[in-house]
């Protein structure tokens, strides 16, 4: 299977930012992708105003994602991406969504706010409670993460017993000292936690890195992208996955249950 992932800076207007979804989902159409991962939070964003992405939020059905679902119509490629969807006045929730042929197919409320590095996402957002669904994309069985869920390998080792054999994470990955290291790492040791393949799309601009990833299930990195826009394309294999599970048996080998959300 061929899979895509599309990084871009988001603005502070949803129609524009909309525009560039439609267009990396044609471009990865084209290019034969059967699945495509966008960044996360993608209705708006302003270097001047920490909460645009929230006061901009907008339900799943709202005029955003209509525009996305009407590209898809006919369509057998699966998007991924996150958006703020309200909750209460004043707050929303970070949820991921995966559209194919005209539906919404899955929906994930992000589990881990990221309330680190002098940054509180707690503050406007509500947690999810749920682990995500896997869904199917051309027999791959695919698990569904967003940004600071891949710091937590329970979420990871969660989907990969449910029997995920790819891992998505849309994300924002805001840049500091030593940022660019944890992600990188952070990527590989999911991938070898779980002997999957992660597709990692980020967010570029002036706070967030870009550096979106393909990292395969024995953590070698098999795409990857810089700082500027950029779609990536590249293939992933069920005989890849195999071998990784020779190999490195690390699912069959645990000696401990299964994580469980609090």
């Not at 979804?21 to 964003?45: F, T, W, Y």
């Not at 791959?140 to 998505?168: H, S, W």
């Not at 000292?177 to 590989?188: D, G, I, Q, R, S």
């Amino acid at each position: 299977m061929y899979v895509a992932v599309g990084q871009f800076a988001v603005t502070p207007d949803w129609n524009e930012n909309a525009d560039k979804c439609i267009s990396l989902m044609n471009q990865a159409k084209q290019k034969g992708a059967a699945l495509l991962v966008l960044p996360e939070a993608l209705l708006a964003r302003d270097d001047g105003d920490p909460d645009l992405s929230v006061k901009s939020a907008q339900m799943l059905e709202g005029a955003f994602l209509k525009r996305l679902l009407a590209e898809s119509v006919g369509n057998a490629l699966t998007t991924i991406l996150t958006i703020h969807v309200p909750s209460t006045p004043g707050r929303a929730v970070n949820t991921l969504v995966a559209i194919r042929e005209g539906a919404i197919v899955a929906s994930y409320a992000k589990l881990h706010l990221y309330d680190a590095f002098s940054v509180q996402e707690s503050r406007l957002v509500d947690p999810g409670s749920v682990i995500p669904p896997l869904i199917e994309v051309e027999g791959f069985k695919v698990g569904l993460m967003t940004c600071y869920d891949i710091r937590f390998p329970e979420l990871a080792l969660n989907l990969a017993l449910q029997g995920a054999e790819v891992l998505v994470l849309p994300a924002a990955w805001v840049r500091g000292p030593l940022k660019e290291h944890h992600w990188v790492t952070l990527l590989a040791a999911r991938a070898l936690d779980t002997t999957c393949y992660v597709v990692a799309a980020g967010e570029c601009g002036n706070k967030n890195i870009g550096q979106s990833r393909v990292v395969d299930p024995l953590g070698v990195t098999v795409a990857a992208a810089a700082e500027a826009p950029a779609l990536l394309l590249t293939e992933i294999t069920s005989a890849r996955i195999t071998l990784a599970r020779q190999q490195l048996p690390v699912l069959r080998n645990r000696r401990f249950a299964p994580p469980q959300l609090i």
